[in-house]
């Protein structure tokens, strides 16, 4: 049975009305885009029949901006002027440049602001600007080939982008004057184009999508089911790439060159472009000879793989962890899709088919097939093809939730959940009187705040004065399709509300992205027992807060002196439990000090039923 669309508003196509929309693969390397015609996705070449456009944009002095072919010619006489891999820099704040500036042979401005910059001829340049470059560049292609103004585009970003990255790759599409229908992950987008092209034969598979590109690993492990595409896990790295197999070449290089003297910025860039380029000649040949300079050699795959062994086993890593939160086994995979030009290596591909014990698929241009299906997802939004079949699902990377009292994550919504999404949690006060509450929004695996990520925090004022516990806040996380995140927090009695759109400090460091996962894995024991203490400790600190508040109320009123007493060190032996770290002991002393107060309730309920009957006629409450 087809799956009914309704389209958004102002998106319903008149009959015989077709909508010009295009998929883009904004690439760390190189970037494409395609587009649907007479049913087919294509992608589009420039004037000269090229359709891979290097991602590098020059900046001169006279105020030419050149991208593409032309910059990356530049990029050894012009270094510091012409920005190549800006992708790297996408989303990443100002703390991330000590990680990133061996990769990138930039100088970086000085500056306050969140977003970087790198000082050229022309001025100061974010690399939001470098890729709204890019994008411009290809509208003008789209635009050119197919004779009129697009109306919308689909953008591929790497599934392991965070927020703040996908913002950044949003903020670059408005800069380049686009409409982003979505952002689409790009393994997603790579199995939108093989299922389609392949058609009822990957119905009822598991499909995994290897894909190596310039600058970022993916992994993701997906359903296929009469044209409905489940993501059921992704990982990856965000800062992997086959820009890293360009570097261990090119360090072998610095090796076997005279050390005897200083290399320059502009040597180092030489030896970077060649050993980039014996990189890709050793995808059809064995052996490759190298010239640098004065100094000939020659590199081999026999060379090779020693080098890049440790990078390939972080890719492979990655896959497993994948695997085991799909709950899926490596035999039961089907297909492995390869994706990205860096996957053409004969290395890669070895490898890969040991580790799935299943040859890869390469039948489809690796360059080119995330742009195809980010065409064909386009196509499908922007409202030309009322009857197709093909639903897309998606995932959320990491678990997003709250701060709770004690320093507790509690996750709304958990990894892998698929998007878009929204979900609701009620909470309440901790204190009596309570007028206030920071919300507190959390990313990551870890059981507690100090270990995951903070994304944002706001307030929600207005709360009625009331005793502990008793006000209800309803929490609302709404996660939308490009994988952004909106937090609204509204107090019910009074319908109060407060919100923020998350659009995350920048800053979460590449070595974050690759263990964030990993070490909760790894502490997932420890983080366990850590949450049942945390626990215990609130409780104690409720517990406390309680028989404080009724102490200070009527407690010399209704107690003696002597129980008085038994009450306090009933409170100081739970107070000094809480000093021991052990979730149990504190259990244990919250239970005695119940026990000790047991009579002190009674005689409170006593009291105030008292009190409320006081001056009652006791016919008032007979039926």
Not at 134 to 150: C, Q, V
Not at 166 to 176: E, F, G, P
Not at 255 to 270: C, G
Request: proline content about 3%.
């Amino acid at each position: 049975m087809a799956l009914l669309q309704i389209s958004e508003p102002g998106m319903s196509t008149a009959p015989h009305e077709h909508r010009l929309a295009a998929g883009i693969d904004l690439g760390t390397t190189n970037s494409l885009v395609a587009t649907v015609r007479s049913g087919d996705a294509t992608t589009l070449a420039d004037q000269k029949g090229v359709h891979l456009l290097p991602s590098v944009v020059r900046y001169q002095a006279d105020g030419v901006i050149t991208v593409g072919q032309a910059a990356k010619v530049a990029e050894i006489d012009d270094l510091q002027n012409t920005i190549g891999s800006a992708k790297r820099l996408l989303g990443r704040g100002v703390s991330d440049l000590k990680t990133l500036a061996g990769q990138l042979p930039y100088q970086f401005a000085d500056t306050e602001a969140a977003v970087p910059k790198i000082r050229t001829i022309a001025g100061d340049i974010s690399a939001i600007e470098v890729s709204a470059e890019i994008l411009k560049t290809l509208k003008i292609r789209a635009e050119a080939s197919l004779g009129g103004d697009l109306k919308g585009v689909v953008i591929t970003v790497p599934a392991y982008f965070d927020d703040a990255q996908r913002q950044a790759t949003k903020d670059a599409a408005r800069l380049a004057g686009l409409k982003v229908y979505r952002l689409l992950n790009e393994p997603t987008a790579a199995a939108v184009a093989y299922g389609l092209d392949q058609g009822e034969a990957l119905d009822e598979k598991i499909i995994a999508v290897y894909d190596l590109g310039g600058g970022t690993f993916d992994i993701s492990i997906l359903r296929l089911n009469r044209g409905v595409f489940e993501v059921l896990a992704t990982g990856g790295d965000s800062a992997l790439g086959g820009d890293d197999f360009d570097h261990a070449i090119a360090e072998w290089i610095v090796q076997q060159v005279d050390q005897s003297t200083a290399h320059t910025p502009k040597q180092l860039r030489e030896i970077l472009v060649e050993a980039r380029r014996v990189k890709e000649a050793l995808s059809h040949t064995d052996v490759v000879a190298v010239t640098v300079g004065h100094w000939q050699g020659s590199f081999s795959n026999e060379q090779f793989m020693p080098l890049v062994a440790n990078l390939v086993k972080k890719t492979l890593f990655a896959c497993r962890r994948a695997l085991r939160d799909a709950d899926i086994d490596k035999d039961e995979v089907a297909d492995v899709v390869m994706v990205g030009g860096s996957t053409r290596m004969p290395v890669i591909r070895e490898r890969v088919g040991d580790f799935f014990n299943n040859p890869p698929l390469v039948n489809i241009d690796p360059d080119k097939v995330v742009a195809i299906g980010a065409a064909l997802q386009a196509d499908v939004l922007a409202g030309n093809k009322p009857d197709t079949e093909m639903l897309l699902l998606d995932v959320i990377p990491l678990s997003l939730g709250l701060e709770m009292y004690g320093g507790l994550v509690e996750k709304i919504i958990a990894r892998n959940t698929t998007i878009p999404i929204s979900r609701a949690q009620e909470f309440t006060t901790f204190k009596d009187s309570q007028t206030a509450m920071t919300v507190h929004v959390l990313q990551g695996e870890r059981e507690t705040v100090e270990e995951n990520r903070s994304l944002a925090k706001f307030a929600l004022h207005d709360i009625p004065p009331m005793v502990a516990g008793a006000a209800r806040i309803k929490v609302t996380f709404q996660v939308d399709a490009d994988g952004l995140l909106n937090v609204m927090a509204e107090e019910k009695t009074t319908g109060v509300k407060s919100s923020i759109a998350v659009k995350p400090s920048y800053g979460l460091t590449d070595a974050e992205i690759e263990t964030m996962i990993k070490d909760s894995m790894l502490n997932a024991k420890a983080d366990r027992e850590t949450r049942k203490l945390r626990e215990q400790q609130v409780e104690a600190d409720r517990t406390l807060a309680a028989l404080d508040a009724a102490l200070a109320c009527d407690g010399e009123v209704l107690l003696s002196t002597e129980e008085q007493h038994t009450l306090q060190r009933a409170r100081d032996a739970l107070v000094a439990s809480k000093q021991l770290d052990t979730a149990e002991v504190i259990k244990t002393a919250i239970k005695t000090m119940e026990a000790a107060a047991e009579f002190y309730v009674a005689r409170r309920m006593d009291s105030n039923i008292r009190t409320a009957m006081a001056g009652q006629s006791i016919n008032k409450f007979k039926d």
